[in-house]
């Protein structure tokens, strides 16, 4: 009886410690994790499952094992939300499939890993898209989903800045440049360090800045 009153024990203490990592991380929804949350707790199930039976690791020894991998995961995500490059690879980018109605055939060839033309098809008619024909935009998203619009004024915006860093390869996307978009910061008399979030939009680009303001280009129509 005392040795499965122990094992409980470590059930209920790797199961509270991983709860609370969830919710101050926020992510208790599948749909909220990235691929280093995934990985992170298939690893923390390991660590309790390989423990959680043996009697030659002591009860201390299994509790510092799990904050070193929470605060591992922690970390990755930390360098994620913060460095571009690193996000880039470890949760991925929106990858565009067609744009202004014809397919991006260097996108989708040299990407095949990721898309399954006949897996986007499906996900195209559950949005009630009758056909490819009918889609002006669509790129799939980090997470293996589609956005498709058949307007081009619905287009989703590009996130081109974050707290002041520019994103070059989401800028490049939109065709404009470093210094195209500079010169609008300029024009707007907005200093690039106090920009929170920078995206472009329907031929323009607008900002929210860090005290929350937001402040949109002028566009000719």
Known sequence: MEYYLYVLLKFIIGFVIIIAHMNISGKTQLSQMTAVDLIGNFVLGGIIGGVIYSDTVPMFQYIIVLFIGVGLISLLNFISKNLTSFRTVTIGEPIPI????????????????????LNVASQMHQQGIN????????????????????????????????????????????????????????????????????????????????DGQRVREQVDA
């Open 98 to 117: 067609i744009k202004n109605g014809r397919f991006l055939m260097d996108n989708i060839v040299h990407k095949s890993g990721k898309i399954d033309i």
């Open 131 to 210: 056909a490819f024909q009918e889609i002006y935009y669509a790129q799939i998203e980090p997470n293996g989903q589609l956005t498709a619009v058949c307007g081009r004024a619905r287009i989703p915006s590009v996130i081109v800045m974050k707290d002041g860093q520019i994103i070059d390869a989401n800028l490049k996307s939109t065709e404009k440049t470093q210094e195209e978009l500079q010169k609008v910061l300029a024009g707007l008399h907005i200093q690039q360090d106090d920009v929170f979030l920078g995206e472009y939009w329907d031929g323009g680009f607008s900002f929210v800045l860090r």
